[in-house]
């Protein structure tokens, strides 16, 4: 121990307080103090590692170094993990500020921002961007640097550190965009958007440390924050361990919407499941902001079903989906309506994309039963695709398109539709931040990388065998027209290949889009990775700027789907908002389709 606290003592005079040899000398501290029983005093040198770990994150977050920001977040994560445990351990109650610097960050929206800045068309702008990211990348090197061999070399750390905030300061008054970057929040902040009757819930997969074998084990908790109005000390809820949520809990649910099993008995178990420990906390509560994590991110809480009332969640509470507590507070302060104030008048723009010819030497045909077409790739087609699985065709979504095109044309908006052959990735990748974009199609999603196809045409996924491929984006996505050739390694016209991933979606250009609605299955599904929200199309684009996203949580019925996109457009051109708008088209075709898995599932982040 001595040993240690002199090595602590000599770094921070060599090393200064921000060298990551200074954090792990905190890091080998906290794990003597642990072997011998000092959790206050883990716990005090934890939370010093983890704020110096905060402040490189911030630092790294304007680098564009995408490998940078991510290695720092991983550190800061499970910084923030071990010290939870031991704060629990200790019966101390958990910071949520903490978690609230760290949840969704790698997923949020303003990485967008960053992108638009560094490409901006203002000249100033621009100039001051690079130097500012030229800037904090040499920074962030001078912080791993001694500061004896800083001294030798006349580098004054203050120096660069005072440059870099001036380039900041400079930035910030020529764009309210990167202000609102750089705004990092507080639990104030969040309470202070919550009205009477409100309640935020941000729910967190917390690894479990064993305090046996002082190391990580292998179970996991689920909790939620639970934040009110006027109460800046957040309830902290055990849901219940990983196994048994994960596990009984997800069966329980897919048996109830994939097998529309009895919602009175069904329903009510996933009710038990997932819900029934946080509704002690929900009294008098009217809307719920639901922040979602591993197996909670799979659901959609609306359709949970309370039997003794004959009722869903949905009928009791407004639930709406957002990706972090920081993005709420965004919306509510007008970020985004601020952001493109004036832009919507204008633009009045919608972009229409289904019916895609899959097999480009066959036309897209209805072939029997519209409703028994889903939107899909099932999991016994996703393990068979080399062999010859035919993609069926979506006659459903060309009479969908249709119509909305129809109603879009009556309340004078600019129009755009792809269909058939002109349904393409190339045309799809060329959409230039429309005020809507709506694309109904075939979604997919490999839960991991042995069920991905093995197809020349995919080549460019990251070589000939993609199941080499690990990275999640690359994993969900939506095909268009040739994605059939594509799998039969024939090839198509151009340089695309039919099968949009979730990383190729990601760099479109959204950053002026009010609604992206993807009409297609599965479309909110993804690799869950806890504290950084789901990799998967949602992540993709909310990344590339847009505003709201309209999503599935599960394989949806073409012809139901056709007729409830319908209904929203209806109502939402007749003046409802876009989420009074969705739920109407619900209620509407609940009165005709009584088991949600026809109405439920599809849900909507953002405002």
Known sequence: LEMHLECLTLRENTLAKKHPDYAMSLNNLAHIYTSLGDYDKAIEMMSENLNILQSRVLTSESSLNEDLRLKGLISTQTSLQKKSNFLLHEDRHLDYIDWLFIKGRETDATNSIMASLATSSDPIISDVFTKLSSSKRRLSILYETPLQELEDKGIDLKELESEVASLERELISLSSEYAVFRKEYHVSD?????????????????????????????????????????????????????????????SLYNSYIKGKSDPSIYGQLSYDSFWSPLEPYLEGVETIYYCPEGAYSKINPGVLYIDSTDSYLMDIYDIRHITSAKDFVREKEGFYQNRKRGDYADNKKVVLAGNPSFNLNVPSSPTGDDLAYTRDLFSYQTDTLTRGVFINPLPGTKSEINSISTMFENSGWEIEMFTEDQASEENIKAVNAPQVLHIATHGYFFDDITQMPEMGGLQQMGGTQTKKTATPLMRSGLLFSGAQNTQNEEGIPGDENGWLTAYEASLLNLRNTELVVLSACETGSGDVHNGRGVFGLQRAIKSAGAESLIMSMWSVSDEATSEMMTLFYTHWLGGMSKREALKKAQEEMRAKYSHPFYWGAFVMLGE
């Open 190 to 250: 969040v309470v202070y958007q919550l009205s009477e009757g409100e309640v935020l819930i941000d729910i967190i997969n917390l690894p479990r440390w064993s305090f046996e074998n002082n190391w990580w084990s292998d179970s996991s908790t689920y909790l939620a924050f639970v934040i009110t109005a006027n109460n800046t000390v957040p309830e902290v809820v055990l849901l219940g361990d990983e196994i048994s949520i994960d596990g009984e809990g997800l």
